[in-house]
Nanobody, 125 residues
C-alpha cells in the first residue's frame, strides 16, 4: 500500500488542522492505520492508531482529548483532526499502515509495516 499525507501547514496556538492520508490499493479496509510525528532533533513518536473498522482507537497521552483519528474506508482515507494545537505539536506528521491485527498500546513503540511521506505541521506561539 502507498500512503500520501496532506493537510499540514502553519497555525497559531489554539488553532486546528485536519490531516488526511490517502492510501492506494483495494485492501485499505483491512489495515490498521496510525499517525506518528517527528519534531526537529527528536525521535519519531506515536500519535494515534485506529483499527480497520474504526471501532477501536488509541492515543498518545500528549494528544488525548485534543486529537481525533478517524477513517473512511470507502475513500481509502484516514484523518487526524487536531484541535487546541500547541507549539510542542510542531513536527512532521506521518501516516502508517499495519497489516496485522489491531494491537492498541503496542503501537506506542512503532510496529507499522508501511509508511508515507510526511506533512509539516508548525504551530506558532
Amino acid at each position: 500500500v502507498q500512503l500520501q499525507a496532506s493537510g499540514g501547514g502553519l497555525v497559531q496556538a489554539g488553532g486546528s488542522l485536519r490531516l488526511s492520508c490517502a492510501a492506494s490499493g483495494r485492501t485499505f479496509s483491512s489495515y490498521v492505520m496510525g499517525w506518528f510525528r517527528q519534531a526537529p532533533g527528536k525521535e519519531r513518536e506515536f500519535v494515534a492508531a485506529i483499527s480497520w473498522s474504526g471501532s477501536n482507537t488509541y492515543y498518545a497521552d500528549s494528544v488525548k482529548g485534543r486529537f481525533t483519528i478517524s477513517r473512511d474506508n470507502a475513500k481509502n482515507t484516514v484523518y487526524l483532526q487536531m484541535n487546541s494545537l500547541k507549539p510542542e505539536d510542531t513536527a512532521v506528521y506521518y501516516c502508517a499502515a499495519d497489516k496485522g491485527p489491531y494491537r492498541g498500546s503496542a503501537y506506542s513503540t512503532g510496529g507499522m509495516d508501511y509508511w508515507g511521506k510526511g506533512t509539516q505541521v508548525t504551530v506558532s506561539s
